[in-house]
């Protein structure tokens, strides 16, 4: 199947600082990705949509000028988290939805291995 | 968006069946049902997918009744490696709208 990758899979900041985490699809692309966050013990919280070209959708309650989501080319979406504050300290993950038209529409999702931050 | 149910975990042995139950009562006619495995520090793992009957793959079988309230989840045989958390997702056709429940935590025993 497709390949999602992050990088980087572990960062860890001092508080105030910005991070900025990418996700790529390897072998597709994708004109939509998709950032979420997991709190230890939780389930996945999905944070924002990514359309190449287009500013991002963002979820109730995530502040898009403290997560910042750039999603330049087909195979790229980045997520920077600005000023970072320890309750930021969170398990992010990233999915890539291919697109692929033909004799059956298809959307297939894949995630990526997720990136842990902490924020010191 | 249509909610889903699971318990919240489980327990079995190594070689025995599990069949996890998802509800969700509110499914909407393009939506699809499909489930993810989660292992600890890793993004979800596609497991399956379906729309209605039986739907079987080389890891597990999906069970979906006619009316499409509920869900079936069956891992045959299962290992120690199975222990992870499984997700069961009601996603429109276009996976545009992928939302995560709580999810099942699998325990394994030997």
């Known amino acids: 199947g497709a390949v999602v990758s992050q990088h980087p899979s572990r960062v860890i900041c001092k508080s105030g600082t910005s991070v900025k985490i990418e996700c790529r699809s390897l072998?597709?692309?994708?004109?939509?990705m998709f950032w979420y966050r997991q709190f230890p013990k939780q389930s996945l919280m999905l944070m924002a949509t990514?359309?190449?070209?287009?500013?991002?959708t963002y979820e109730q309650g995530v502040e898009k000028d403290k997560f910042l989501i750039n999603h330049a080319s087909l195979t790229l979406s980045t997520l920077t988290v600005t000023s970072a504050h320890p309750e930021d300290s969170s398990f992010y993950i990233c999915?890539?939805?291919?697109?692929?038209w033909g004799q059956g529409n298809s959307y297939e999702q894949y995630f990526g291995p997720g990136t842990r931050l902490t924020v010191t | 968006l249509a909610k889903t149910t699971q318990p919240i975990s489980m327990d079995s042995y190594e070689g025995q069946e599990v069949n996890i139950t998802c509800s969700h009562n509110?499914?909407?006619?393009?939506?699809?049902i499909t489930w993810y495995q989660q292992f600890p520090s890793q993004g979800p793992r596609f497991i399956i997918q379906?729309?209605?009957t039986k739907v079987t793959n080389e890891v597990a079988s999906l069970f979906i009744p006619a009316d499409r309230k509920s869900s079936t989840l069956s891992l045959p045989r299962v290992s120690l490696s199975d222990t992870a958390v499984y997700y069961c997702?009601?996603?429109?056709?276009?996976?545009?709208?992928?939302?995560f429940g709580a999810g099942t935590r699998l325990t394994v025993k030997p």
């Open positions: 509110n499914i909407a006619t393009n939506d699809y």
């Open positions: 072998d597709f692309q994708a004109t939509t």
């Open positions: 990514s359309n190449e070209g287009s500013k991002a």
């Open positions: 379906g729309y209605k």
């Open positions: 999915s890539a939805r291919e697109d692929t």
């Open positions: 997702l009601v996603v429109p056709y276009n996976n545009n709208d992928m939302r």
